[in-house]
Antibody
Framework: QVHLQESGPGLVKPSETLSLTCAVS?????????WAWIRQPPGKGLEWIAN???????YYNPSLKSRVTISVDTSKNQFSLNLSSVTAADTALYYC???????????WGRGTLVTVSS | SSELTQPPSVSVSPGQTATITCSRD??????VSWYQQKPGQSPVLVIY???RRPSGIPERFSGSNSGNTATLTISGTQALDEADYYC????????FGGGTKLTVL
């Protein structure tokens, strides 16, 4: 069974970079699939951020692309998200997930809350 | 604003059929997925590729997609189906609908 666990700071200052890591167990990232980040502001809907394939191929949400970097580390079986120049609008529950191809998301982490505040 | 349009809320009586729509021009040409999210929990995939159910999802959940509208149907709705539901499609990027709160009265 695939298990995904997000980790990273729960509080980030405005204008700084938000950095999160997703540790994957029960499946080798190098075996395939796309690995994604999705966020959900408190009380609001889901917003897809980006995904990365083990080969390094990436897709980004156009509205966030200029601030987002996603990467994969197959040796550690984890992938990461960097979101630069954060503002209060980036406060959200951040989920990591496994995408089946590019179509749908079958496996989700539990999410980690990141608050942007000074 | 979301590119996939869902009604903000839908109400249904226990045992009745709940219908949640997701609209966008030409949506029928895309594969649509649906997710259920209960308070404090991660989303759960309930329908993928328009009408396929993952293992473990009850048969009362079904989906369809044609023209400009995809539909999630819950037959014999139960109290435990009360949740937020999100549609999702892929169009060079993952797009989610704004979500529909299903209330089972």
């Amino acid at each position: 069974q695939v298990h995904l666990q997000e980790s990273g700071p729960g509080l980030v200052k405005p204008s700084e970079t938000l950095s999160l890591t997703c540790a994957v167990s029960g499946f080798s990232i190098g075996s395939g699939y796309y690995w994604a980040w999705i966020r959900q502001p408190p009380g609001k809907g889901l917003e897809w951020i980006a995904n990365v394939h083990h080969s390094g191929s990436t897709y980004y949400n156009p509205s966030l692309k200029s601030r987002v970097t996603i990467s994969v580390d197959t040796s550690k079986n984890q992938f990461s998200l960097n979101l630069s120049s954060v503002t209060a609008a980036d406060t959200a529950l951040y989920y990591c997930a496994r995408q089946e191809g590019v179509e749908y998301i079958r496996h989700w982490g539990r999410g980690t809350l990141v608050t942007v505040s000074s | 604003s979301s590119e996939l349009t869902q009604p903000p809320s839908v109400s249904v009586s226990p045992g009745q059929t709940a219908t949640i729509t997701c609209s966008r021009d030409g949506l029928g040409t895309f594969d649509v997925s649906w997710y259920q999210q209960k308070p404090g929990q991660s989303p759960v995939l309930v329908i993928y590729q328009d009408n396929r159910r993952p293992s473990g999802i009850p048969e009362r959940f079904s989906g369809s997609n044609s023209g400009n509208t995809a539909t999630l149907t819950i037959s014999g709705t139960q109290a435990l189906d009360e949740a937020d539901y999100y549609c999702q499609a892929w169009d060079s990027t993952v797009v989610f609908g704004g979500g529909t709160k299903l209330t089972v009265l």
